[in-house]
């Protein structure tokens, strides 16, 4: 990190995380943000679900929820970038305040509840995206849905053509009885309809399952089971915390989901005993706590493909991401792997 964006974080601090955010977004918007291009090697760069990526370290949903950033982050660092989610209507989501900064853990909570313009307006920008960056969409559903399981399908169908890949997303604590879908038979029903809508495309593409880190084992269990079985490309592991252990900051009682640094080896657990679970059959991308090299290169020893990260580029700054992929190439040269392909998965049993 430079002393600019040293000195611009510094400011950011000082007004409301969700003021914070937007003034961030904008800075992409207008090319004030640290722009290293691509970063990659022959070390870094990979296929994840039929992706080709320059390197394995990717932005995950939630930072550009309307995708309106998408020049400036195709140009930061990020081998792949996830926007969203998206609902069929737009809605304002929950009200303020909802985005709380807990810098003592290196943390943030959020309760935004898929707060984002719609499909419609999303998939028009998506249609105008910068070329050459890989670009997924998180798929969610309306807060006042009849039926939220045709609320990913749709949003698939409208958005679909535009993008790469797709998310959907049933793990956000942020929109009521939206983690009951979940459970087995409503994940195989849901899952079936993306499927679905899917086929539909000119251009199928593949399809990951974001899952939450509050599963119980037979929770994971079921997961792989229905993800084997459903056609999903991969798994996305995990979103946000329920869990407050740990926390020190005077936020840590504040309701909605908890990401940063206390999720890191909740997370990492999870996608572990995926990992073993799904033997390999399924590409899994590790998300929650990653805001190092080293961070990112323990999710992939425990089995991740590929990782995500966002919490931590309210601490790090965007240049973060060029860092942490950087230092992933360091960290697979000093093991000697020739590809980050090799490592995935080689030091899953220290989280079993």
Known sequence: MNLLEKAGLTLLHRVDPETAHGL????????????????????????????????????????????????????????FIEVGAATPRAQPGNPKPRLFRLTEDQAAINRFGFNND????????????????????????????????ADFAMVLRECG?????????????????????????????????????????????????????????????DVAEVALSSGVAGVIATNTTLSREGLTSSHAGEAGGLSGQPVFEKSTRVLANLSKLTDGK???????????????????????????????????????????????????ARDGFANVSEAVGTGRDAWL
């Open 24 to 79: 961030a977004i904008k800075a992409l918007q207008m090319g004030l943000a640290p722009t290293p291009g691509v970063v990659t090697s022959d070390r870094l760069r990979t296929q994840v679900a039929g992706l080709t990526l320059p390197n394995p370290v990717g932005l995950a949903a939630g930072f550009d929820k309307n995708a309106t950033a998408l020049d400036g982050l195709s140009k930061s660092g990020f081998g």
């Open 282 to 332: 399924l590409p899994i991308i590790g998300v929650g706590g990653i805001g190092s090299a080293e961070q990112a290169y323990a999710k992939i020893l425990a089995g991740a493909s590929a990782v995500q990260l966002y919490t931590a580029l309210v601490f790090g700054g965007l240049s973060l991401a060029a860092d942490v992929a950087r230092g992933l190439d360091a960290l697979l």
């Open 118 to 149: 719609g499909m419609q307006a999303i998939s028009a920008r998506l249609a105008e995206r910068p070329k050459g960056t890989v670009t997924g969409l998180n798929l969610g559903a309306n807060k006042d849905s009849t039926d939220r399981a």
């Open 161 to 221: 053509r535009h993008v790469d890949f797709a998310t959907v997303n049933v793990s956000s604590p942020n929109t009521e009885k939206l983690r009951d879908l979940q459970g087995k038979d409503a994940l195989a029903a849901l899952l079936a309809g993306v499927m679905e809508a899917r086929a539909e495309l000119p251009n199928p593409i593949p399809v990951f399952l974001k899952i939450a880190p509050d599963l119980d084992a037979q929770g994971i269990e």
